[in-house]
Each structure stands twice: as C-alpha cells, then as structure tokens.
C-alpha cells in the first residue's frame, strides 16, 4: 500500500556544495565514515537526551548503539543507529536545504579555494552528510522518527539535481544509511578499510560501534571522565595508545573547564625529547576533538608551535548540540582554546617545578631547547615561560641550576640588574677575567653555556622589571671595587698609560680605560653597546664560514693596581720594545678569554719572541 515516491530538487546552495564536494575535493575522501558515524553518534546523544523527558518514545527498547556491515559484492556500506531518526518535514529540512548560514560560508570558502581545497572543511561547516557523494552514486537513508506518529520513510539520492521521499515499511527508529560506492571507491566495502577509518576518527565515539558485529572502539575517552575515576595505568595506557608512545608520560595535566570555554584537556608531557634522536621537528601532539570525535590529530594553531612536544587531546563541547560541529572549528574559536590551555599548562609546570625541583631539573635537562624557543617565538607567554628556564650560576654547584625567579629574589639589595655571562662551559668563565669583579661584590651571574642563549636573553630583555645584562657589557658599572687594598697606578700615570695602550694597539681597540672591577686580573675587554657579543659573533662566523665581519669592536679596561699593568706604565718608557709586546699579547689573552680571538697564530709567534727576550735577560 506504499505511496509512489515523491521527488524534491535540493536548495540551490545543496547543488552547489554537493558539485564542488563530489568534483574538487578528491583526496581524503575517507572523511566521509567520521562524518556519518559522527552524525549517527549526534543523533544517539540527541535520542538519550530526549529519553530523558519523553514518555512515549517509538521502539524505546531499541539499544543506542550504532552498526556498520560492509557488503564488498553488493558494493554497499551501511552505517545504522538508533538514534533520533527523521520525520518526512526533518528529512527536507535537514538534508535538502542548509540552514546554516556556516554553510553558505562552506560554499564560498570552497569556491575561493579551488581545487586545492582540504576535504577537512567537509567536517567544518556542518555539510557532513553530503560528503558521502565523494564516494557514492547513490545514498539512501531509511528512517523513523522517534516520534511515535512517525512515518517508515526512505530518502533517495544520486547527488545531483534532486532526492525522493517513499515510504519504507518497517523501518526501525534512528536512521540507515546505505551507500552504494561508485567504482573507484571501491575499497570501501572492504571491512580492513573502514576499520583503519573508524581507528583513526572514531576510537573514542561514546556510544559502541560494531563493523560486521564486531566490536571496534574500545578505548575509553578518559579525558572526559573524572580525575578520581582514572588510575595511574589508564593514563599511561592511554598515552600510549594516543601518542604511539613507547615512553612514559612524565607529566600529566587533566583539567575540565566551564568558561570561557567548555574545555576537557588531558595533555601529558613525555619522557623523551623525539628531537634530540634526529628525527627532525615534531609535529603538534595535542589532537582537537569534538565531543569524542576527531578533528585534527596535529591541529597546527592550536597551541603555540613550541610545545609541539606535548600529547595528548583537546575536547571541546561548547555548543549546544543542536548547532553544527562548524563552530567549533572556526580559527578564533581554536585559538582561544589553545590559549586557554597552554597558560594552564605553563602554571601547572611552574608549580610542579616548585613542588619537586629535581624532578623538573630532569625534565628541562631534556627539553629545554623548547622554553628557548618559547622565549623567542611565543610573545603572549613570553615572561610565564622564562619562569621555567634554568640556568647553573657562580653560586651554584656544577649542575645545579636555578631560575629567574630564585635569581631575583636573592639579589643584593641595591643590585638592579641581572648578570649572565655566555660562555661554552663552567670552566671557561671561571678561568676568566669577568667573574672576579662580580664574586668580590658578591653578586651573582648566571652561566649560560648555549649558543641559543644569547638570542633568548635578547628577546626577554627583562624579567620581573630587571634587565638582563652581560658581564662583559659596557654598560655594567660595579663601583669601586670592594678590597681597595694593593698599590695602585696614579691617575695621570692611568691616563697616560691608557693614552699610549690606544697608539700602540692602534684599530685593533675602539678604546683603553681604567675599570674597578678587576681583582687579579691585568685585563679585560668588554664589548661595547650594540656590538655583537662573543657567542653571537662566533655564530655569524660559523654561518658566514671565513667572513668574520672583520676584527671585533672592544674596549680594553685595565687594571690600574696589577702588577703587570704598573710595570708595563714603567717599561713603556725604559723599555718600548718589550712594552709593545706585551701591551699586544694582554689584549690577545683578553680577546681570548673573551672568546674574542680569531686567529691564535700571531699570539704563538709573539709567545715566541716574549720567550727569547725573557731568556736572554738571564
Ligand atoms: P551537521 O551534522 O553538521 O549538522 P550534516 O550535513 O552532517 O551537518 O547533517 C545535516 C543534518 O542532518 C544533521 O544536523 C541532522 O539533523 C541530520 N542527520 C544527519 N544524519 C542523521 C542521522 N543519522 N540521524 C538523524 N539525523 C541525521
Ligand atoms: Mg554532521
């Protein structure tokens, strides 16, 4: 006693997208089984939300599960549940027109794009149905509504200019949707191919999913479920089902938000650092969902590029389920998720380094590369995450390290400035001039030992309203220094003596002054504001092979109570020659201490003759 069909042509913006999602968009067309098992999945949460209020809810006893059969000789997929189904009106409505305005947005960005266009878009604008004609010449979709004056109904498709409505005897609640595949999408009656689909896109659908009648997602979605209620190994397991990890997580933040946004994060920190196994730069681990369904397992703007070696999902349900997955998607919306998430993630690290210092200290040992890069690249985040960084300093042990924030709160009470010095190792400052001014005030420098250091202090410029500045800056003023004992030069034999170091160095100095600093040192050479410091230039050096920029610009600062800078004031008059020398050779052993000094030669040949004039005296 069926009615003969009725036939209906699609809104003219159906016909558009249908044409461009069938004819432009040919690759990832394995999208289409997340689209329709995620709108199976929204249709059971929609029928589990009405069970709630309704009383009389046609086959109520029908089970919220969704079943998907492969048919490889009948070239068919279908894709069941028993969810909210459709009447005839929700039919039109929900399948013939778009009611999204989104979806008019689809249609143009679609346009825009041309052929180059990303099938993941299908998913972004709520045109998910439609994306089953990228791998079909025929879709049908029988269903009953939950209503119990419902029809049987079947909705017919070739996905060109019209769809027909019959009536379908029998038809259980929720919705069936046969696909007949077209030749070249063949593999998808294959039941291997579609579960490869459904373990990428739909591991953790809340509702169980069977293909064939056999059970396929089994992985709880433990990021939506309570802290209490997950122990130490669902988490580990989880970690490495999720990241294909084969290390333990070392941290683990899990935190459910209400506002701004409806975030349910579980992002781990992992033991080991992929990068430093030359395996090239990471992807982002973090994956996007949507309500248990995957929208993109390395969303490349979610959070900052520098923490791209963290794992683990991001799950946002902020919208009510009635309005499409689009939304969700949208750029700002992201964003401000990942902003969401990485700050709470940069305070929870801030507050485990805290609570365990050793354990942190391992932590950073291994990753951080990424905090400088933080620094560098991440302006927003940019003083949280200098919190993190650690540096060894003169009060430190070999080792151990501290950071800015210890640094700054055991500063000397009239210090205003944070020194470091950049230098390949421990050793190499300590047998250096540079020190021995800041030890005897008792201030102390930190010890940066990387050559990426030097570009994160630059960026950081301050923290905490304290400057960073470099122990061979210019700029650092000590003041006297503390033990004024020892005989020292004049002030005119200084003036003369600087005066004359000048001539006799000739370009090789920009200038030659008395400092306080030096302790037990003759010299030193500090790199004048706006020059390059030693680490950076070596760094210019090594890009640029020989081209060294030419000789670097320093100023010499003497020692004016040393002993070899009183008897050089002496000798320059007694003994020019010899004097020369050895004005040549302190600036070379400054230049080197400095890590300043690009060619040794010359300081072997003048070694050389200071030897033979020494033996000669005898
Ligand atoms: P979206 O899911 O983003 O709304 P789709 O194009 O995927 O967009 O689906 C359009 C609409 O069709 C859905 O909003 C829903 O109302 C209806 N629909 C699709 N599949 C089903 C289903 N299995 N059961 C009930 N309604 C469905
Ligand atoms: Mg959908």
């Given at each position: 006693?069926?009615?003969?069909?009725?036939?209906?042509?699609?809104?003219?913006?159906?016909?558009?997208?249908?044409?461009?999602?069938?004819?432009?968009?040919?690759?990832?067309?394995?999208?289409?089984?997340?689209?329709?098992?995620?709108?199976?999945?929204?249709?059971?949460?929609?029928?589990?939300?009405?069970?709630?209020?309704?009383?009389?809810?046609?086959?109520?006893?029908?089970?919220?599960?969704?079943?998907?059969?492969?048919?490889?000789?009948?070239?068919?997929?279908?894709?069941?549940?028993?969810?909210?189904?459709?009447?005839?009106?929700?039919?039109?409505?929900?399948?013939?027109?778009?009611?999204?305005?989104?979806?008019?947005?689809?249609?143009?960005a679609l346009k825009n794009a041309g052929k180059q266009a990303d099938a993941q878009l299908i998913g972004q604008f709520g045109v998910g149905f439609y994306s089953a004609f990228m791998v079909s010449d025929q879709v049908k979709v029988y269903t009953h509504s939950?209503?119990?004056?419902?029809?049987?109904?079947?909705?017919?498709?070739?996905?060109?200019?019209?769809?027909?409505?019959?009536?379908?005897?029998?038809?259980?609640?929720?919705?069936?949707?046969?696909?007949?595949?077209?030749?070249?999408?063949?593999?998808?009656?294959?039941?291997?191919?579609?579960?490869?689909?459904?373990?990428?896109?739909?591991?953790?659908?809340?509702?169980?999913?069977?293909?064939?009648?056999?059970?396929?997602?089994?992985?709880?979605?433990?990021?939506?479920?309570?802290?209490?209620?997950v122990t130490d190994e669902q988490y580990k397991e989880f970690y490495k089902f999720a990241s294909k990890a084969f290390d333990e997580p070392r941290y683990r933040l899990h935190f459910q938000a209400d506002a701004p946004l409806v975030i349910n994060a579980l992002?781990?920190?992992?033991?080991?650092?992929?990068?430093?196994?030359?395996?090239?730069?990471?992807?982002?681990?973090?994956?996007?969902?949507?309500?248990?369904?995957?929208?993109?397992?390395?969303?490349?703007?979610?959070?900052?590029?520098?923490?791209?070696?963290?794992?683990?999902?991001?799950?946002?349900?902020?919208?009510?389920?009635?309005?499409?997955?689009?939304?969700?998607?949208?750029?700002?919306?992201?964003?401000?998720?990942?902003?969401?998430?990485?700050?709470?993630?940069?305070?929870?690290?801030?507050?485990?380094?805290?609570?365990?210092?050793?354990?942190?200290?391992?932590?950073?040992?291994?990753?951080?590369?990424?905090?400088?890069?933080?620094?560098?690249?991440?302006?927003?985040?940019?003083?949280?995450?200098?919190?993190?960084?650690?540096?060894?300093?003169?009060?430190?042990?070999?080792?151990?390290?501290?950071?800015?924030?210890?640094?700054?709160?055991?500063?000397?009470?009239?210090?205003?400035?944070?020194?470091?010095?950049?230098?390949?190792?421990?050793?190499?400052?300590?047998?250096?001039?540079?020190?021995?001014?800041?030890?005897?005030?008792?201030?102390?420098?930190?010890?940066?030992?990387?050559?990426?250091?030097?570009?994160?202090?630059?960026?950081?410029?301050?923290?905490?309203?304290?400057?960073?500045?470099?122990?061979?800056?210019?700029?650092?003023?000590?003041?006297?220094?503390?033990?004024?004992?020892?005989?020292?030069?004049?002030?005119?034999?200084?003036?003369?003596?600087?005066?004359?170091?000048?001539?006799?160095?000739?370009?090789?100095?920009?200038?030659?002054?008395?400092?306080?600093?030096?302790?037990?040192?003759?010299?030193?050479?500090?790199?004048?504001?706006?020059?390059?410091?030693?680490?950076?230039?070596?760094?210019?050096?090594?890009?640029?092979?020989?081209?060294?920029?030419?000789?670097?610009?320093?100023?010499?600062?003497?020692?004016?109570?040393?002993?070899?800078?009183?008897?050089?004031?002496?000798?320059?008059?007694?003994?020019?020659?010899?004097?020369?020398?050895?004005?040549?050779?302190?600036?070379?052993?400054?230049?080197?201490?400095?890590?300043?000094?690009?060619?040794?030669?010359?300081?072997?040949?003048?070694?050389?003759?200071?030897?033979?004039?020494?033996?000669?005296?005898?």
């Amino acid at each position: 006693m069926s009615t003969s069909p009725t036939t209906y042509e699609f809104q003219a913006e159906v016909k558009q997208v249908l044409d461009i999602v069938i004819h432009s968009l040919y690759t990832d067309r394995e999208i289409f089984v997340r689209e329709l098992v995620s709108n199976a999945a929204d249709a059971l949460e929609k029928m589990r939300l009405t069970q709630l209020t309704e009383n009389s809810v046609f086959d109520a006893e029908k089970p919220l599960e969704i079943t998907i059969t492969t048919d490889e000789e009948a070239k068919t997929l279908t894709i069941s549940d028993h969810g909210i189904g459709m009447t005839r009106a929700e039919l039109v409505e929900n399948l013939g027109t778009i009611a999204h305005s989104g979806s008019k947005a689809f249609v143009k960005a679609l346009k825009n794009a041309g052929k180059q266009a990303d099938a993941q878009l299908i998913g972004q604008f709520g045109v998910g149905f439609y994306s089953a004609f990228m791998v079909s010449d025929q879709v049908k979709v029988y269903t009953h509504s939950w209503r119990e004056d419902g029809e049987h109904l079947v909705w017919t498709s070739d996905g060109a200019g019209s769809y027909s409505i019959e009536e379908s005897p029998d038809q259980a609640r929720g919705s069936k949707i046969v696909i007949h595949l077209k030749e070249d999408a063949e593999e998808f009656a294959k039941p291997s191919r579609i579960k490869q689909v459904l373990g990428k896109y739909s591991n953790f659908v809340g509702f169980p999913i069977s293909l064939n009648g056999e059970r396929v997602n089994s992985v709880e979605a433990v990021w939506l479920k309570n802290k209490d209620d997950v122990t130490d190994e669902q988490y580990k397991e989880f970690y490495k089902f999720a990241s294909k990890a084969f290390d333990e997580p070392r941290y683990r933040l899990h935190f459910q938000a209400d506002a701004p946004l409806v975030i349910n994060a579980l992002v781990f920190v992992p033991s080991e650092n992929m990068e430093t196994y030359g395996m090239g730069q990471m992807e982002p681990g973090v994956a996007l969902y949507c309500k248990k369904v995957l929208i993109d397992p390395h969303p490349p703007k979610l959070l900052p590029d520098w923490m791209r070696f963290l794992r683990g999902v991001i799950d946002s349900e902020d919208l009510p389920l009635n309005i499409s997955r689009e939304s969700m998607q949208d750029s700002a919306l992201v964003r401000k998720l990942g902003g969401v998430v990485s700050k709470r993630m940069l305070k929870f690290l801030d507050k485990e380094a805290a609570d365990d210092a050793k354990k942190f200290g391992e932590f950073y040992a291994k990753f951080s590369r990424f905090f400088k890069e933080g620094v560098v690249t991440d302006h927003e985040n940019k003083e949280a995450i200098a919190k993190l960084l650690r540096f060894e300093s003169s009060l430190t042990e070999k080792g151990e390290t501290i950071g800015l924030a210890d640094y700054v709160a055991r500063m000397k009470e009239e210090q205003k400035e944070i020194y470091y010095q950049t230098a390949p190792s421990r050793a190499a400052i300590e047998a250096g001039p540079y020190l021995e001014g800041f030890k005897s005030k008792g201030l102390e420098v930190l010890f940066l030992y990387e050559p990426i250091d030097e570009y994160v202090v630059n960026a950081l410029y301050a923290f905490d309203g304290k400057t960073l500045v470099a122990v061979n800056s210019e700029k650092v003023d000590l003041g006297d220094a503390a033990d004024a004992e020892g005989v020292s030069l004049s002030e005119d034999d200084t003036t003369k003596l600087c005066d004359w170091l000048k001539e006799a160095l000739g370009g090789r100095v920009e200038s030659v002054k008395a400092g306080k600093r030096l302790v037990g040192s003759p010299a030193l050479v500090l790199t004048p504001e706006g020059e390059l410091n030693p680490q950076m230039r070596q760094m210019m050096r090594a890009l640029q092979k020989d081209e060294g920029g030419g000789a670097p610009k320093v100023i010499l600062e003497i020692n004016p109570k040393h002993i070899l800078i009183r008897d050089l004031a002496a000798a320059r008059e007694s003994s020019a020659e010899a004097a020369q020398l050895v004005a040549e050779q302190m600036l070379d052993n400054a230049l080197l201490s400095a890590g300043l000094l690009d060619d040794p030669q010359l300081l072997i040949g003048r070694t050389q003759k200071i030897m033979e004039r020494l033996l000669a005296r005898k």
